[in-house]
């Protein structure tokens, strides 16, 4: 299974995709996570990507792809896996796909998380009072949303058109919606191989 999962800051992504690539028992792979430790750790693509990051703007496509490529390169992704915020603007998405033909591979579906608005300001918001992400205050966030509708909304229609586009209602209670995208996922061909989501074999 290659699964992408789309959505704004603040559908859920990263809840969703932690236990979705559990019930399919493939690597999630995050580039905000893999760049969050890039960062912390002080590597040279820590220090690149910080300030992109600190201000809400997307770190340029070649430094992402190059990232990603590599990873996919990786052992445990050769049977598939599950891409959190990447792709994230149309080039992007139009590399990945260059890539993955050269393999004879493809993307298996995309999973958009839809959310209403006013509940993302409201998660958001939520998050910031928590303090957990240095890139949660009130100017940046917004930022981010912004970003998100001009860079990487098309890929809404750019995977719609290639018939891979999916998508779920993302409010309500985080086993409900895992329960929806299972469903949905199922329905494309490609069940699940762990009967309960999050489960983990005795
Ligand atoms: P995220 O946790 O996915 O929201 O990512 C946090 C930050 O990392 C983003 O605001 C960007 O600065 C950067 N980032 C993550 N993924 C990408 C991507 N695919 N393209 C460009 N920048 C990214």
């Not at 890539?99 to 591979?105: A, D, I, K, S």
């Amino acid at each position: 299974m290659r699964l992408m999962l789309l959505g704004p800051p603040g559908a859920g992504k990263g809840t969703q995709a932690v236990r979705l690539a559990d019930a399919y028992r493939i690597p999630h792979i995050s580039t905000g996570d893999i760049f969050r430790a890039n960062v912390k750790n002080e590597t040279p693509l820590g220090q690149e990507a910080k300030a992109y990051m600190d201000r809400g703007d997307l770190v340029p496509d070649d430094v992402v792809n190059r990232m990603v490529f590599d990873r996919l390169g990786e052992d445990d992704a050769a049977a598939g896996y599950l891409l959190d915020g990447y792709p994230r603007t149309v080039p992007q998405a139009e590399e990945l796909h260059r890539f993955l033909e050269e393999q004879g591979e493809a993307l298996d579906a995309v999973l958009r998380l839809d959310v209403p608005e006013e509940e993302l300001v409201r998660r958001l918001a939520g998050r910031e009072a928590e303090g957990s992400r240095s890139d949660d205050g009130v100017d940046v966030v917004r930022n981010r949303l912004r970003v998100y509708e001009e860079q990487t909304k098309p890929l809404e229609a750019f995977y719609d058109e290639r018939g891979l586009l999916y998508s779920i209602d993302a409010v309500g209670a985080v086993e409900d919606i895992t329960a929806r995208a299972l469903d949905v996922l199922a329905s494309t061909g490609h069940p699940a191989d762990a009967p309960t989501p999050g489960g983990h074999d005795a």
